[in-house]
């Protein structure tokens, strides 16, 4: 049985920085495309970063420069640190492994986590 649980959500000032967390369980973590999407109220879902079995990495680009995806194999837990946060960035954000497609437009996966709120005002 597969499982993402995703952590580290809160209310955070403009400026401000959050890191997220995802731990995954029962699962070949490392060798699959893991990523981090985020829908906001009354939007879509949107990717924001993903990374790949080796450790590749790419962005959307309204988080460039700002947001940081990484993975402790470990652990078994994706992260994504987020610095400069702004309302745009406020929203749920989801962890999903196995995509489709490693890139930031992929819509499909196999496992998707519940959520995490981040709320910057």
């Known amino acids: 049985h597969v499982q993402l649980v995703e952590s580290g959500g809160a209310p955070v000032q403009v400026g401000g920085s959050l890191r997220l967390s995802c731990a995954a369980s029962?699962?070949?973590?490392?060798?699959?495309?893991m990523g981090w999407f985020r829908q906001g109220v009354g939007k879509g879902r949107e990717g924001v970063a993903v990374?790949?079995?080796?450790?590749?990495?790419a962005n959307a680009e309204s988080v460039k420069g700002r947001f940081t995806i990484s993975k402790d194999i470990g652990k078994a837990t994706l992260y994504l640190d987020m610095n400069n946060l702004t309302p745009e960035d406020s929203g749920t954000y989801i962890c999903?492994?196995?995509?489709?497609?490693?890139?930031?437009?992929?819509?499909?996966?196999?496992?998707w986590g519940q959520g995490t709120q981040v709320t910057v005002s």
């Open positions: 990374i790949d079995a080796d450790g590749f990495a």
């Open positions: 029962g699962y070949i973590y490392n060798g699959y495309c």
């Open positions: 999903a492994a196995e995509l489709s497609a490693c890139t930031v437009v992929a819509t499909l996966a196999d496992y």
